[in-house]
T-cell receptor, first 112, second 113 residues
Framework: DAEITQSPRHKITETGRQVTLACHQTWNHNNMFWYRQDLGHGLRLIHYSYGVQDTNKGEVSDGYSVSRSNTEDLPLTLESAASSQTSVYFC???????????FGPGTRLTVT | QKEVEQDPGPLSVPEGAIVSLNCTYS??????FMWYRQYSRKGPELLMY????GNKEDGRFTAQVDKSSKYISLFIRDSQPSDSATYLCAMSEGNTGFQKLVFGTGTRLLVSP
């Protein structure tokens, strides 16, 4: 069955370190997204991609970057982790206009 | 003011009750309205998807959109303990090309046996 996976599922890192969260989907979807979920804010879009070599900033993109070298993967990099980036991160993918999005299981990141 | 407002709950009901979950929004350009269900420590999963105003039914679930009031609802009939989860509404303008989803903060629902 097609699926979307994220790794690691849990990560603890120190302030200032670079961190990369992996996202892999086997749906063969063109669109991929990264969100963060925090109490009181819900899901907020960090970056998204329409396809290979395409990336776009979402509403909370500062301090994050992505690159898309193939259809299946969209890694999210925190250039210099900050305590404000402690959150649960979800990757999602979709076809078409992106309205029906399929989410991964999430990565819980703690920055100390 | 947030574009989409949703009461965080928790909403506690006994098994078999009818549940009403609601969202209000401020952007009159929203045309697509979705409900996602999220179990604890899992990713959200799409429950229902409606376009513009009106009702849509799927089994025990009914989604209702009132664009004149900027108000959407999800009704769950004969609620079950397995319905205990956080319910997120999401909306989009839905123009050509990708349009981002705007999510509510979610309402936590607890259904007791």
């Amino acid at each position: 069955d097609a699926e979307i996976t994220q790794s690691p599922r849990h990560k603890i890192t120190e302030t200032g370190r670079q961190v990369t969260l992996a996202c892999h989907q086997t749906w063969n979807h063109n669109n991929m997204f990264w969100y963060r979920q925090d109490l009181g804010h819900g899901l907020r879009l960090i970056h998204y991609s329409y396809g290979v070599q395409d990336t776009n900033k979402g509403e909370v993109s500062d301090g994050y970057s992505v690159s898309r070298s193939n259809t299946e993967d969209l890694p999210l990099t925190l250039e210099s982790a900050a305590s404000s980036q402690t959150s649960v991160y979800f990757c999602a993918s979709s076809e078409g206009q992106g309205l029906e999005q399929y989410f991964g299981p999430g990565t819980r990141l703690t920055v100390t | 003011q947030k574009e989409v407002e949703q009461d965080p709950g928790p909403l506690s009901v006994p098994e078999g009750a009818i549940v009403s979950l609601n969202c209000t929004y401020s952007n009159s350009a929203f045309q697509y309205f979705m409900w996602y269900r999220q179990y604890s420590r899992k990713g959200p999963e799409l429950l229902m998807y409606t376009y513009s105003s009106g009702n849509k039914e799927d089994g025990r679930f009914t989604a209702q959109v009132d664009k004149s009031s900027k108000y959407i609802s999800l009704f769950i009939r004969d609620s079950q303990p397995s319905d205990s989860a956080t319910y997120l509404c999401a909306m989009s303008e839905g123009n050509t090309g990708f349009q981002k989803l705007v999510f509510g903060t979610g309402t936590r629902l607890l259904v007791s046996p």
